[in-house]
């Protein structure tokens, strides 16, 4: 039972991470421009040997938010032993996620040599989480650790995303 609500809690807080980046006027939904074609595929770009290096298990590859498309988004997730790794890739700019309510504590950081906007998502989980976001040609790729819920002697998310992104960073589109 107690897998069962962490994976609830997982997908909801992944969902938020996708509805993030919606922004809706009038009741009408608007999108980016960029068409999904363009987008990279953590799955596919992220090597298994750099899945392991972030000290992940490839095996538990995850497309999707529970394994759910999301229209506008390429999602990939995999578990390490007390945290969670999802790269989303979209085609919204990192001035989107900025305007989103609830997207808070934004900072300039570097991770692996790249600049980025690090965040959090208000919320319960606010403090299990950090996000780092990145400029990218298709519009912006994004970094994100969770902790998982129930685990002794959690790190701070901001510093294991940094630690993982030694490896993941660097394989991300520019």
């Known amino acids: 039972m107690g897998h069962r609500i962490t994976l609830g809690l997982l997908t909801s807080l992944l969902a938020l991470g996708v509805v993030a980046c919606e922004d809706t006027t009038h009741g009408a939904t608007t999108t980016s421009t960029t068409t999904?074609?363009?987008?990279?595929?953590?799955?596919?770009?992220?090597?298994?040997?750099?899945?392991?290096?972030?000290?992940?298990?490839?095996?538990?590859?995850?497309?999707?938010?529970?394994?759910?498309?999301?229209?506008?988004?390429?999602?990939?997730?995999?578990?390490?032993p007390k945290y969670f790794v999802t790269v989303y890739s979209t085609g919204r700019t990192v001035s989107e996620f900025e305007r989103k309510p609830g997207n808070v504590d934004f900072a300039d950081v570097t991770v692996a040599g790249r600049q980025g906007r690090q965040f959090r998502v208000?919320?319960?989980?606010?403090?299990?989480?950090?996000?780092?976001?990145f400029p990218a040609s298709q519009g912006a790729v994004q970094l994100a650790i969770l902790n998982r819920p129930g685990q002794d002697d959690l790190q701070d998310p901001c510093a294991v995303l940094y630690r993982v992104g030694e490896s993941i960073v660097p394989v991300l589109p520019r």
Do not use: M, Y
Not at 52 to 80: F, Y
Not at 122 to 133: H, I, R
């Open 36 to 80: 999904v074609k363009a987008l990279f595929d953590p799955c596919t770009g992220i090597p298994d040997d750099v899945v392991l290096k972030a000290g992940a298990d490839p095996a538990t590859e995850e497309s999707g938010i529970a394994g759910v498309h999301q229209s506008g988004w390429e999602i990939c997730g995999w578990r390490a």
């Open 122 to 133: 208000e919320g319960a989980s606010k403090n299990l989480g950090c996000d780092v976001v």
